[in-house]
């Protein structure tokens, strides 16, 4: 069954690194999207992402988030400068073109693991 | 806003009892509705959607849901439960295409 990956599973940085979060969405899948949960709390949408640019953000994702489609394959995330409120774990996740395939289908995301990261 | 509140945030159940998870949402339109299961260290696992039609849907692992308009509510449930049910589920409604709101999730203990 095809799914995505995200790379790394886990990193561990000091604050006011830079972070970069890589995803590989399924490949015929056009709509991109980054959600993260801060330990305890609820899955919270980031951003969406579609045609290279972004097309939805959240509060959340101000000047020191940003995304990337570098080479029609991976998807990434990218965070400046790294605050201790960022440490979460990051979930990409990706869907099918509206109007392709069954339309019940068009609103279906599929996750990947996730990536934990820990700001110390 | 769109909104999903889950009020249990844990429920314990016995291995081979029921179970029922609740969930209410707020949201002006038809609401698309998921159940997504998050075992320990894994990602989000989609166990079934509503989108239109017969209100009692059926998921992955023996798990259903139904959505009541009336109550603004989309419940699921199991029959029976297993020790490998133990998980994070959380229901979530699309907001158009564009994102999902999730709930604040309810722990699920099995004990034996």
């Known amino acids: 069954e095809p799914e995505v990956t995200q790379t790394p599973s886990h990193q561990v940085t000091q604050m006011g690194q830079e972070v970069i979060l890589r995803c590989v969405p399924i490949?015929?899948?056009?709509?991109f999207y980054w959600y993260r949960q801060i330990l305890g709390q609820k899955v919270e949408f980031l951003v969406s992402?579609?045609?290279?640019?972004?097309?939805?953000k959240s509060e959340i994702f101000d000047d020191q988030f940003s995304v990337e489609r570098p080479d029609g394959s991976n998807f990434t995330l990218k965070i400046r400068s790294t605050k201790l409120e960022d440490s979460a774990m990051y979930f990409c996740?990706?869907?099918?073109?509206?109007?392709?395939?069954?339309?019940?289908?068009?609103?279906?995301?599929?996750f990947g693991a996730g990536s934990r990261l820990t700001v110390l | 806003a769109q909104s999903v509140t889950q009020p249990d945030i844990h429920i314990t159940v016995s291995e081979g009892a029921s179970l029922e998870l609740r969930c209410n949402y707020s949201y002006g339109a038809t609401p698309y509705l998921f159940w997504y299961v998050q075992s320990p260290g894994q990602g989000l696992q989609l166990l079934l959607k509503?989108?239109?039609?017969?209100?009692l849907v059926q998921g992955i692992k023996g798990f259903e849901a139904e959505f009541k308009r009336s109550q603004s509510s989309f419940n699921l449930r199991k029959p029976s439960v297993h020790w490998s049910d133990a998980a994070e589920y959380f229901c979530?409604?699309?907001?158009?295409?564009?994102?999902?709101?999730f709930g604040t999730g309810t722990r699920l203990l099995v004990s034996p």
């Open positions: 509503y989108f239109s039609g017969d209100t």
């Open positions: 996740a990706s869907r099918v073109r509206q109007g392709q395939g069954l339309v019940t289908g068009a609103n279906v995301l599929t």
């Open positions: 992402f579609y045609n290279n640019e972004i097309s939805e």
């Open positions: 490949s015929n899948h056009l709509y």
């Open positions: 979530a409604v699309a907001t158009g295409f564009q994102k999902l709101v």
